[in-house]
Each structure stands twice: as structure tokens, then as C-alpha cells.
């Protein structure tokens, strides 16, 4: 788990920032200034009212009011940068960017544009297909898996109204395994969302079955008491033919041929303390075709090495809100942000950009999803 300085206080400080950032640009609208000489009373206090607006549309630091306020902020130091640039540029840009500038009414439009783009880009629901080959063998000569990740339904950009077109969507893909890479619940989903998910799930159909791993918002990662349990999941995934792995391989037959699964427990859930892939995978890389699912794109060189073929994940959402996919790539937080990647011969690693999107609908990074794989035997 986060620690409560990254859970709770950085989130705080964040807000400070913006509310200092913005208060300053606030003095600058149009309609602020003109009462810099002659009243200043109202000069000083107009923002204020404003900086109150916004900190009461980002009273949740988690939530989307946030965000707006985030990107508002964002435009305004990009605003601000280009304002700097302009004038040491001299000549007439920097008369030319001020009235495009409008004294930073332009950054709340672009805010507001963002915002309504980020709302439709999320709701998408796209599917994306990877083409792989193998020399292993597998059933007819072909595998197709589809994998539904951070589905987190009810406040993002999946609910259960949506669960027609999700049931309609999968059932032409006609999987040959289904696969679950965790975060399909979080702590705002209601009961009634979870009830309905799961109905979803048990009508859905795999001749190679429904396989599922935990991550970490599944059952731990909360920032408020959930509407289900453990107990409740793993019973409700029971009656709908869904396998949970947690740090287990199992090996299915699928018309004669063998395909392995590898389920791995989630690494903030454990912090790490897990069994790893040599432990899953004692015997090495073989002749079984072998998918190894975990929730985070974590230890993918020892995947490979241990003997995956296939590794898939989600977690990331692709960054969902930019910056934040670009800040996981700088700092490496996660070893692949989204899309696949060869990590050594014969051994790809996809990470899926999210069924759904965590916590709103807004999506600015990334794409919402339903990732299809098929693998084509060769050789």
C-alpha cells in the first residue's frame, strides 16, 4: 500500500500549489484587472471568490474537479511560458500572444475543451487486437485471447448501463480464453454495480475458460470501506466460472493442445513478497504455450526468463490523466506504460490501457479498451 504521506498529504500540498499558481494568474483576467487602480479592494478580493470556486470544484483531491483545476493550472504555466518567451523575443509577438491570451481567459476555454474531449475519449470503448506467432503448438493452430482490465464500474466510464454493449462486444470476439487482469472493483463500486458485473461475467463464454488475478484496488487499495469482500468476490467469480490466481500455474487443454496459465499475486497487494516466476515456472521455458498474467508490469525480464510466452497487464490505464503516463515512464514506475512489448525472444508483454478508467470519466491519456490477442502457430 502507498504510504499515508502518498495517499493522503501529497494530494494537499498539490492543492496549495494550484490555489497559489492560480490566484496570481487570477489577478491578470480582464476583468479583474481593470479594478487595479481604482479599487483595489476588488482587485485583491475577486480572486479570492474565484480561488474559492475552483477549490470547491477540487474539494476532492482524488476526484475530477481536480483535474479540471490541474489543467487549468497547466495552461496557465504554459500561458505564462509563452507570455516570458514572447516578450523576450520582442518585435510584435508578444502584443500578438496577449490578445490570444485574452489575460488567461484562453486557459480556461482550452480547460473546458480539454475537459469535454477527456469525457467522449473515455467513454470509447475501442478494441485493440495484437497479432502474434509462436512455434509452439496450439489448439487449431490458434489462440485467441481477450482481456478485460480496470474495469472499476459505476463512476468511471463504464457502469452497468453499459453491460449490453460489453456482453454484445465480447461475444463476437468469441475468446478462446478470457482473461481478468485485476482492478475490476474498487471502493466506489455500489453493490448493485457488483451484483450486475457479475451476472455479466457468468453469461460470458471461453471454451478455454475465465481466468482472474487481484490488484490493488480489488480489495485493498481503498480509500473508503467497500460494498463487497474477499469472500464476496471469490464466491460471486465461483458461480460465474471464473479461476482465481493468486500465484498459481495451472495448465488447461484446449482441443488436445496445452496452454498454461500463470496467475501472480499483485505486488503492491504483497509489496513485493510474492513467489517468483522461477518459483511459478520451476521447470523453465518448454514446449506449452504459457500466459502469465499480473496486475502491474513488474519483473518482465524474469518472466521471460522463467518461461512466459505471453504476459499481460493493466494497472497503468495508459496514464488516463496527462501527465501522469509520462510521469511513470520518466521515473520508470512501471517497466511498460501501455501497448506491447517485446522483452526477449519468443516473449511479448501487452499492457492494456483499461476496460474502464478510475474514479470519472475523463480520459486525456491513453484509451479505454477491450485488448484481443491472437497467436498464430508457425513453424
Not at 503516463?325 to 517485446?342: H, I, M, S
Request: a neutral charge; aromatic letters at 12%; charged letters at 20%.
Amino acid at each position: 500500500m502507498y504510504g499515508h504521506f502518498v495517499q493522503f498529504t501529497f494530494p494537499k500540498i498539490g492543492q496549495a500549489v494550484v490555489a497559489v499558481v492560480l490566484y496570481l494568474n487570477f489577478l491578470r483576467l480582464p476583468f479583474v484587472a481593470c479594478f487595479a487602480d481604482g479599487a483595489p479592494l476588488l482587485y485583491l478580493g475577486l480572486p479570492l471568490v474565484l480561488l474559492g470556486l475552483v477549490s470547491w470544484i477540487g474539494r476532492d483531491p482524488l476526484g475530477p474537479g481536480m483535474i479540471f483545476n490541474a489543467h487549468l493550472m497547466g495552461f496557465y504555466l504554459a500561458g505564462d511560458l509563452l507570455s516570458l518567451l514572447a516578450r523576450l523575443a520582442g518585435g510584435r509577438g508578444y502584443a500578438v500572444w496577449q490578445a490570444v491570451w485574452m489575460g488567461g481567459l484562453l486557459a480556461w476555454l482550452a480547460t473546458a475543451a480539454m475537459m469535454v474531449w477527456g469525457y467522449f475519449r473515455a467513454i470509447r470503448l475501442r478494441t485493440t487486437t495484437y497479432h502474434l506467432t509462436t512455434q509452439k503448438p496450439l489448439p487449431g493452430g490458434r489462440l485467441r485471447i481477450v482481456q478485460i482490465s480496470d474495469l472499476h464500474p459505476g463512476t468511471g466510464a463504464i457502469d452497468r448501463s453499459r453491460i449490453p454493449e460489453l456482453e454484445r462486444r465480447i461475444g463476437e470476439l468469441h475468446p478462446d480464453l478470457l482473461v481478468f487482469t485485476g482492478d475490476l472493483y474498487d471502493e466506489y463500486v455500489t453493490r448493485e454495480n457488483f451484483d450486475a458485473f457479475n451476472a455479466l461475467f457468468a453469461r460470458l463464454q471461453a471454451r478455454g475458460g475465465k481466468w482472474f488475478v487481484y490488484g490493488n484496488h480489488d480489495l485493498f487499495h481503498h480509500w473508503k470501506e467497500p460494498s463487497y469482500g474477499r469472500t464476496d468476490v471469490e464466491t460471486a467469480f465461483a458461480a460465474a466460472g471464473i479461476r482465481v490466481l493468486e500465484d498459481v500455474t495451472v495448465e488447461t487443454t484446449i482441443d488436445a493442445a496445452p496452454v498454461r496459465i500463470v496467475g501472480r499475486k499483485d505486488w503492491l497487494y504483497t509489496q513485493g513478497r510474492r513467489f517468483s516466476p522461477g518459483e511459478l515456472l520451476p521447470g523453465g521455458p518448454d514446449g506449452v504455450y504459457t500466459i502469465l498474467l499480473d496486475h502491474e508490469p513488474r519483473e518482465l525480464k524474469a518472466d521471460a526468463a522463467a518461461g512466459a510466452d505471453l504476459i499481460l497487464s493493466g494497472h497503468t490505464h495508459g496514464g488516463q490523466v496527462w501527465p501522469a503516463g509520462l510521469v511513470a515512464r520518466l521515473f520508470r514506475y512501471n517497466e511498460l506504460n501501455y501497448g506491447a512489448k517485446t522483452v526477449a525472444p519468443g516473449c511479448t508483454a501487452i499492457v492494456s490501457g483499461g476496460t474502464g478508467t478510475w474514479g470519472y470519466k475523463i480520459r486525456t491519456e491513453g484509451r479505454t479498451e477491450l485488448v484481443v490477442v491472437d497467436v498464430e502457430q508457425k513453424g
